[in-house]
């Protein structure tokens, strides 16, 4: 049972513009999600936060927003560049636990 | 200002050997997290680990494989008389914060383990 799905296993954009990721989950005490890009051959790198009480958060070029209410999350990269080209995984976190469901990912290509 | 380290980066064992896996957290960072990464899969918890004590195993396969955090030195992810289906990138993470709090993990580069 994938508590945390990532639909998209592949996105390309083009340099400049909008990258969108999305993420849909099905566990409603999830408090706690997170955004990972990760490169071939090394770990995953945290990108972006958001807790349940908000439903945005942004941080330079990136920003995630929140839906509780479809169980949806996504994250955006405006403008993108092609140094983001990775695989990005969503991330969550039930209440009162500690470990991270993490979704499939997703493959972001940024075309130049 | 190191990050999360690992090692070895890459390991080779025959079916039936051992494999010990390493993880040095972040400066600071007394939470160990242990997650096994399957081809074309996300990121799967194995164990939660606080210096000295096992918080949560609950992603721990019962047997073979086994996990400590001892006062001094690094985390161990050990697993005996390994399989092919072991292979496998296994991440360790680390976090500063208590457990209960909105903690951020923070990732290691991976030991890669191929079982021939």
């Known amino acids: 049972d994938q508590q945390v799905k990532q639909n998209s296993p592949s996105l390309s954009v083009q340099e400049g513009r909008i990258s969108i990721l999305n993420c849909d989950y099905t566990n409603s005490m999830f408090d706690y999600f997170l955004w990972y890009k990760k490169y071939p051959a090394e770990g995953p790198t945290f990108l972006i936060s958001i807790s349940s009480i908000k439903d945005k958060n942004e941080d330079g070029r990136f920003t995630v927003f929140l839906n509780k209410s479809a169980k949806h999350l996504s994250l955006h990269i405006v403008p993108s560049q092609p140094g983001d080209s990775a695989v990005y995984f969503c991330?969550?976190?039930?209440?009162?636990?500690?470990?991270?469901?993490f979704g499939t990912g997703t493959r972001l290509k940024v075309l130049a | 200002n190191a990050g999360v380290m690992q090692n070895p980066r890459h390991l080779v064992r025959r079916r039936g050997q051992e494999a010990r896996l390493r993880c040095s957290p972040m400066?600071?960072?007394?939470?160990v997290y242990w997650y096994r990464q399957l081809p074309e899969e996300g990121l799967k918890f194995m164990v939660y680990l606080q210096k000295e004590n096992i918080i949560d195993e609950s992603g721990m396969p019962k047997e073979r494989f086994s996990a400590e955090f001892p006062k001094e030195g690094p985390s161990i992810l050990r697993i005996q008389q390994v399989v092919r289906g072991d292979s496998a990138a296994y991440f360790c993470?680390?976090?500063?914060?208590?457990?209960?709090?909105?903690?951020?993990?923070?990732f290691g580069p991976g030991t890669r383990l191929l079982v021939l």
């Open positions: 993470a680390s976090s500063p914060r208590p457990s209960g709090l909105l903690e951020t993990q923070y």
């Open positions: 400066k600071g960072h007394s939470h």
């Open positions: 991330a969550a976190r039930e209440t009162g636990t500690y470990k991270y469901i």
